[in-house]
């Protein structure tokens, strides 16, 4: 019983905490509009943070309990199809992609997930590609010796770290198939303010990350590299406009809208689940996919 009061305290004090830093991020930005609405979508933030996160975490649980832990490159017992690359999103850990990474498996993919601090994708984009050096290196061997191609599923900050990671591998002499931004703030996020870690600040309208990340989606479309971004119906975090690039000339881009409401839960949600794993296993065959509910 103390054990559980203990963890109650800690989780209440971090609540807190991330609260009382917001706000006086907010108030210091000095502008008033944006303020306002930072504190509209803070306070979206706080009410889905207290019961949609609890649900989405405790499926986490579940599906951890019955499937266990998948190693970093999971390979098929068939034929493999491809390669897929799981990053989750912002102070979440593997934990998170469990039931995509199962979904995947069954279709013959071999699934490899990002290594991530035990607290979760907080680190920047720099960190956090180093850290997953050795294994992205593992995937260039492998999609060389195999002949696949290779997918980077990102959720979320897990999307704009799948974009530097791809790049990484272009570099290295593997031009990814595609790449799936799920919910992801490529063009910033207003909330970006209320973060405490590290990985927060980048995704702020004023900094340069924001133009480096439609930078790269640029010259990573330009080498061949498709791109996906899926949108929610409702999100508090990513608003539709942000979760994809801007128009740029006769390259259209969409945000696929999903059957989803709020930030958290996405890869709990079977609907979206297989609108994603659909999408994915359809361009990896050569079928081409119809985009609905286009923004």
């Known amino acids: 019983m103390d054990?559980?009061?203990?963890?109650l305290l800690v989780k209440a004090n971090r609540l807190w905490r991330w609260f009382w830093?917001?706000?006086?991020?907010?108030?210091?930005?000095?502008h008033e509009?944006?303020?306002i609405l930072g504190l509209i979508d803070f306070v979206a933030l706080v009410v889905t943070w207290c019961f949609t996160r609890p649900l989405a975490l405790g499926?986490?649980?579940?599906?951890?309990?019955?499937?266990?832990?998948?190693?970093?490159?999971?390979?098929?017992?068939?034929?493999?199809r491809g390669i897929v690359l799981t990053i989750p999103?912002?102070?979440?850990?593997?934990?998170?992609?469990?039931?995509?990474?199962?979904?995947?498996?069954?279709?013959?993919?071999?699934?490899?997930?990002?290594?991530?601090?035990?607290?979760?994708?907080?680190?920047?984009?720099?960190?956090?590609?180093?850290?997953?050096t050795a294994l992205l290196d593992r995937l260039v061997e492998l999609a060389q010796s195999l002949n696949l191609s290779v997918t980077i599923v990102g959720h979320s900050?897990?999307?704009c770290c799948g974009i530097r990671m791809a790049e990484y591998l272009r570099a290295h002499g593997l031009q990814p198939r595609l790449v799936v931004c799920v919910q992801t703030p490529v063009r910033g996020t207003r909330l970006a303010h209320f973060g405490e870690y590290a990985a927060a600040p980048q995704l702020a309208y004023e900094q340069g990350e924001i133009a480096r990340t439609i930078e790269l989606v640029e010259e990573l479309e330009s080498g061949g590299t498709e791109f996906v971004y899926y949108c929610a119906l409702f999100d508090e975090v990513t608003?539709?406009?942000?979760?994809?690039?801007?128009?740029?000339?006769d390259r259209r881009r969409w945000a696929i809208t999903l059957p989803q409401l709020g930030h958290w839960g996405a890869f709990q949600n079977p609907w979206a689940l297989k609108e994603i794993v659909g999408f994915i296993t359809n361009l990896t065959n050569g079928v081409n996919h119809t985009h609905n509910n286009d923004t």
């Open 3 to 7: 054990k559980w009061k203990q963890r």
């Open 157 to 159: 900050y897990g999307g």
């Open 239 to 249: 608003r539709r406009r942000d979760s994809r690039p801007p128009l740029n000339g």
């Open 21 to 30: 830093f917001g706000l006086k991020k907010s108030v210091w930005t000095g």
């Open 59 to 80: 499926l986490i649980g579940f599906e951890t309990l019955r499937h266990g832990d998948f190693p970093p490159i999971w390979k098929p017992h068939g034929t493999a």
């Open 89 to 132: 999103g912002y102070t979440y850990t593997r934990r998170q992609l469990m039931a995509l990474a199962q979904l995947l498996h069954r279709h013959n993919f071999v699934v490899a997930r990002a290594e991530m601090p035990p607290n979760g994708n907080v680190l920047n984009y720099a960190d956090t590609v180093t850290l997953n």
């Open 33 to 35: 509009t944006f303020v």
